[in-house]
């Protein structure tokens, strides 16, 4: 048996073996916690510095975004146009500075209220551009029309509207310019294309007026023989009268008979009144000249007005008459029930002179300047359902069909140098289409004529929005 001595013996070597087991345990345990803290470690360093990295860029974004607002801020303050943002309802909900100086309204004043109460207020019978304008989604749209300031005054303004998305909401942001310098400036441009094309037409003009004052001056100097004639022979028979039945008397009485066969009495009974009918239509004549040339040349006025279009024409007709009348024979077919158009009578003037010019134009190049046979340029009005149609037609030469998309493009001619400027076409278009709120349409075909309609709306529009430029085949 083995002594007590040697089981404590066995049990201490035991109790080291398992010491030296828990001691290898706790240091691999150690060593491996010191590892995970040594990652940790790192861990925690990288994080921190992308921790600091992502702070620098937050930090530097928010100094962007600050600096940009205040870029932002400072174009808003100081740029010529006023900035405004709506919601979809027309609530305003941003104004800038320049906008109170434009409008008359302070910010503080006009936040949430609606641009149908304060700038842009409703028409009767006309529609108000802001429902155009807050029911399209597209980018950049411009539109033109009178704004309302805070004292009553109307300002033409231009505004140019994008939608955008702000907190899950559509809103509109609009910048508006002061076009009052522009539509001036355009007012004045129209006006002197207008005398320019009178100073163009001035010696047919002067024909025109020449001929009956032909006529007027030939009839008076007729009458003047015959006044001077018919005063011989009542002079013949006051001294027939006064005297007494005798001898003496008879005499004069066959003096007086000779004087009367000596003017032709009958003829002069049955020519001067005829004279008189003459000159009176020359001078009829001569003072429809002049007052076409008035209602064509005056500058008209800057809003629309109400319009008698057949009036328009035929004044319009009378002014360039010596520019179709060798080569054309003019129909006009004027519906009598045609409604008054508001519109702006002189820019309407310049387009159908413009439109007759050219008809003139086409039909000399088709038939020759020494042709026997005229062509026809015919003129026509009819009430439609939205508006009124103007339509003028020639027997000209025709537009060749890849000419037909360009022809209402700036300074586009198929005219010779000298004779077109590319711009009559392109004036129409911008005063139908632009300015009225119309159309302007073409049918042609090479060899056999050409159509251009025009139709105008009845309705004024509170705003005219551009649209795309129309031709048809």
């Known amino acids: 048996m083995r002594s007590r001595f040697e089981d404590r013996d066995c049990e201490?070597?035991?109790?080291?073996?398992?010491?030296?087991?828990?001691?290898?345990?706790?240091?691999?345990?150690?060593?491996?916690?010191?590892?995970?803290?040594?990652?940790?470690?790192?861990?925690?360093e990288l994080r921190t510095k992308e921790l600091d990295q992502l702070n620098c860029d937050l930090t530097r974004q928010a100094d962007q975004l600050s600096r940009g607002e205040e870029t932002i801020h400072s174009i808003l303050t100081t740029t010529n146009d006023a900035f405004l943002m709506t919601d979809a309802a027309g609530a305003v909900k941003d104004w800038s500075p320049r906008a109170e100086q434009l409008f008359g309204w302070m910010k503080c004043d006009i936040l949430n209220r609606n641009l149908r109460a304060t700038i842009l207020p409703e028409i009767p019978g006309a529609v108000n551009p802001l429902q155009s304008l807050l029911g399209d989604s597209r980018q950049g749209r411009r539109v033109a029309t009178n704004a309302r300031r805070s004292d009553g005054a109307e300002v033409p303004v231009?505004?140019?509207?994008?939608?955008?998305?702000?907190?899950?909401?559509?809103?509109?942001?609009?910048?508006?310019?002061?076009?009052?310098?522009?539509?001036?400036?355009?007012?004045?441009?129209?006006?002197?294309?207008?005398?320019?094309?009178?100073?163009?037409?001035?010696?047919?003009?002067?024909?025109?007026?020449?001929?009956?004052?032909?006529?007027?001056?030939?009839n008076i100097r007729f009458l003047e023989e015959a006044v001077r004639d018919l005063c011989r022979l009542i002079y013949a028979y006051e001294r027939a009268s006064q005297s007494q039945l005798d001898s003496a008397s008879a005499a004069q009485v066959e003096d007086a008979?000779?004087?009367?066969?000596?003017?032709?009495?009958?003829?002069?009974?049955?020519?001067?009144?005829q004279a008189v009918r003459q000159a009176i239509d020359g001078t009829e004549r001569v003072a429809q000249i002049v007052q076409a040339m008035k209602d064509f040349?005056?500058?008209?006025?800057?809003?629309?007005?109400?319009?008698?279009?057949?009036?328009?024409?035929?004044?319009?007709?009378?002014?360039?008459?010596?520019?179709?009348?060798?080569?054309?024979?003019?129909?006009?077919?004027?519906?009598?029930?045609?409604?008054?158009?508001?519109?702006?009578?002189?820019e309407l003037n310049q387009v159908i002179l413009n439109l007759v010019v050219n008809a003139a134009h086409a039909i000399g190049d088709k038939n020759g300047p020494h042709a026997l046979n005229k062509g026809t340029i015919t003129?026509?009005?009819?009430?439609?359902?939205?508006?009124?149609?103007?339509?003028?037609?020639?027997?000209g030469c025709g537009i060749a069909p890849e000419n037909l998309g360009k022809i209402f493009n700036p300074f586009f001619t198929t005219k010779s140098v000298g004779r077109g400027t590319g711009q009559g076409l392109s004036i129409a278009y911008t005063t139908i289409v632009e300015k009225h709120g119309g159309r302007i349409d073409v049918e042609?075909?090479?060899?056999?004529?050409t159509t251009f309609t025009i139709r105008l709306p009845v309705t004024i529009a509170g705003g005219i929005e551009n649209t795309t430029r129309r031709s048809s085949l």
């Open 379 to 395: 003129i026509s009005t009819s009430a439609e359902e939205s508006g009124v149609a103007i339509r003028i037609t020639d027997s």
């Open 297 to 346: 040349s005056h500058p008209g006025t800057k809003e629309k007005t109400a319009l008698n279009v057949n009036r328009a024409i035929e004044s319009t007709v009378t002014v360039c008459r010596n520019e179709w009348k060798y080569v054309a024979d003019m129909k006009l077919q004027l519906d009598p029930s045609l409604p008054l158009v508001p519109c702006l009578p002189g």
């Open 158 to 218: 231009e505004f140019s509207i994008s939608p955008m998305l702000r907190d899950g909401q559509f809103v509109f942001t609009a910048f508006a310019h002061d076009i009052s310098e522009r539509q001036s400036m355009q007012a004045q441009l129209a006006h002197a294309q207008k005398m320019e094309s009178v100073g163009q037409l001035a010696a047919g003009i002067a024909h025109e007026i020449n001929t009956p004052i032909q006529y007027v001056g030939d």
């Open 444 to 449: 042609s075909q090479v060899g056999v004529g």
């Open 257 to 273: 008979a000779t004087v009367a066969e000596q003017i032709d009495l009958s003829f002069l009974r049955d020519e001067a009144p």
């Open 12 to 44: 201490m070597k035991l109790l080291d073996s398992s010491t030296d087991k828990t001691v290898q345990m706790l240091e691999r345990a150690l060593k491996r916690e010191r590892h995970a803290r040594r990652q940790v470690e790192k861990l925690l």
